[in-house]
């Protein structure tokens, strides 16, 4: 039972014997630093019920939880909040449980478990991830781990788009300019070279279009007729009838992207427990639309295409069908949500897109619930803003958008840079300086991202982002490293403790509170899909343990009880950072 709970039992008591008025929900709140106390009540909302002084409600109230509970020692009233003091007793306690607790914050997972499923990431394979992408990745990710921590079954997933025209650009313009080019005989990550076709078809394509203008073809006509077009256009007839040539090369080229994706999803630390991919499930959902039809779901025009309409909704008409009986995105998202509820048995399910996705999602869900899946109430769309960068920062391969290699190898270059220009790294090997440069390039990169509502857009500056002061992920970083090296010299392991007859400082007192808060966040953060929570939690965590660190002597207290007690304070400090950092996907390093 939480502290709150146990109080508002002893004022709901209070409030009926004294003023017969049943109030069961009460405002609690940490108490503000310049007023005295651990934990205040917002006396206002109870003058709906109890017609009165909040100030004198507010005294009746503390000193009737003075007397009723041990864990109060006393109050004061500043208007109408009532500040209530916690008993040394309360504070014991209370960082005995959290010392015991080795799974502290964190809920076990259990076969009956909450299911859920996460989706993120979801690239096409005609070029590289970018920083969209990455954002994705790391909000996709976090999310699950977030949910895992909360003790959820998870299930980290994507949807390969590895079909379409798109993939039939790349491979045309190989076959007429690649020369038999592959990533082995080039060197080229895989994605960046299917990638580095598309942009040979576009130029080839463009050239095309303005021969033909100068022919005196319409431009809006030239795009229909340009000869690699056409060319891609036939290549997806072919792949569609299943022509064994154009399949084999369409296999060929989309495993040389599979393969930089991998890379690139090991640098960024991101996985997953089951791929989905377009080819294999463009065509589900045609028997679904098929039944729903016949149910008067959906509806067919004069020209065979099947609609919905959902304007009643606040929504508009959706094509669902082709004339010619050939799926569109919504019939396959259709599809596959079934497909994975019928893979995995799950009760919810994420799925992380941006924000211009908004729309369909409200489609696909309304759709879905149309149909009559009950789970339809149990699908969320985590929509999250655009990153954008400074002008002039990091320009891609393709001069158009911030490639992720390139991005994350300029972090892992920034970290050295500022690393270097700090002093930070003395007495560190080449080996071990190449492995904290990346530590902290990715853990500044994910930290930044992460820290923003993922509804708002961002505006990322990775020299910002690996400032070893304010909320940044280095300075987390750098404090974590500091408990280790404090845990190092006092040369002790993890201990029994006993507080029974301690006497808590102030600053204890405050750290003590906040790592109580853990817990709540998590559940919060889970309850939200957003992992900016998390971050923000671990970012005043630290805070308030350098403002103790600082304004306490730690080793050199003046007994021996109060150095084990300090010592273990922060140990579970740098546990939960621990903690916090690894449901974002962040390291943190030994020693820094």
């Known amino acids: 039972m939480t502290l709150e709970t146990q109080l508002s039992k002893h004022i709901t008591t209070f409030l009926k014997n004294t003023h017969q008025v049943e109030v069961q929900d009460f405002d609690f709140q940490l108490t503000r630093k310049e007023f005295e106390g651990d934990l205040t009540l917002v006396v206002f909302p109870l003058l709906k019920h109890i017609k009165t002084n909040p100030v004198q409600l507010g005294e009746q109230i ?58 993120y990431s979801s690239p096409n394979t005609n070029k590289p991830l970018h920083l969209g992408h990455v954002r994705n990745n790391l909000l996709g990710f976090s999310v699950a781990e977030i949910q895992k921590a909360a003790g959820k079954q998870v299930y980290k997933t ?65 795009k229909k007729q340009t000869p690699i077009f056409i060319e891609a256009q036939d290549m997806l007839k072919k792949w569609e009838a299943g022509d064994e040539e154009t399949v084999a090369l369409w296999s060929k080229m989309n495993n040389w992207v599979y393969e930089g994706f991998e890379k690139t999803y090991k640098e960024l630390g991101v996985d997953f427990d089951k791929n989905y991919y377009e080819s294999e499930t463009y065509l589900l959902g045609k028997d679904h639309i098929k039944e729903g039809l016949e149910r008067g779901v959906f509806y067919k025009k004069d020209d065979g295409s099947v609609w919905i309409d959902l304007s009643d909704e ?46 369909h999602f409200k489609v696909l869900f309304l759709i879905l619930k149309k149909l009559g899946f009950k789970w339809a109430d149990n699908l969320y769309h985590l929509s999250y803003g655009m990153v954008d960068l400074p002008s002039g920062k990091m320009k891609s391969r393709e001069g158009n958008v911030v490639d992720a290699d390139d991005l994350i190898d300029e972090m892992i270059e920034t970290a050295r840079t500022i ?72 040369n002790t392991e993890a201990d029994s403790l006993d507080v029974t007859n301690y006497n808590f400082d102030d600053k204890e007192k405050s750290l003590i509170k906040q790592l109580n808060e853990f817990p709540g966040i ?27 660190y600082q304004n306490i002597s730690i080793l050199g207290a003046d007994d021996s009880n109060q150095i084990h007690f300090r010592v273990e304070l922060a140990r579970i400090v740098g546990e939960v950072i621990k903690k916090s950092f690894a449901v974002l996907g962040i390291e943190v390093p030994q020693r820094m």
């Open 522 to 548: 998590i559940q919060q953060a889970a309850d939200q899909y957003s992992p900016a929570l998390v971050a923000n939690y671990v970012y005043d965590l630290v805070k308030e343990f350098n403002s103790f």
């Open 419 to 490: 690393s270097q220009e700090l002093g930070k790294l003395e007495g560190y090997d080449e080996a071990e300086k190449n492995q904290l440069y990346k530590m902290i390039g990715l853990g500044a990169l994910k930290y930044f991202i992460l820290k923003v509502d993922p509804k708002k857009r961002i505006l990322f500056d990775p020299k910002e982002s690996v400032d070893f002061q304010g909320n940044t992920g280095p300075f987390i970083q750098y404090t974590y490293a500091r408990i280790q090296s404090i845990l190092r010299k006092a």
């Open 158 to 222: 994507q949807i390969i788009n590895d079909r379409g025209i798109h993939i039939c650009k790349s491979m045309v313009a190989w076959q007429k300019f690649g020369d038999g080019e592959t990533p082995e005989n080039s060197g080229v990550k895989g994605d960046h070279l299917v990638g580095k076709y598309y942009v040979e078809f576009d130029k080839a394509y463009k050239a095309e279009i303005k021969e033909l203008v100068q022919q005196g073809t319409a431009e809006q006509q030239a």
């Open 314 to 359: 606040g929504l508009d008409e959706k094509i669902v069908l082709r004339s010619d009986g050939t799926a569109v995105y919504m019939t396959q998202d259709i599809g596959t949500a079934i497909q994975r509820i019928t893979d995995y048995d799950i009760d919810e399910m994420v799925y992380t897109v941006g924000n211009e996705q908004d729309y």
């Open 62 to 119: 503390g000193e009737h939880l003075v007397k009723a509970s041990e864990t109060i020692s006393a109050f004061n009233v500043v208007k109408g909040f009532l500040n209530l003091s916690l008993s040394e007793t309360y504070f014991s306690k209370l960082i005995q449980d959290i010392h015991q607790d080795k799974n502290f914050g964190f809920k076990e997972v259990t076969p009956e478990s909450h299911k859920v499923m996460v989706e």
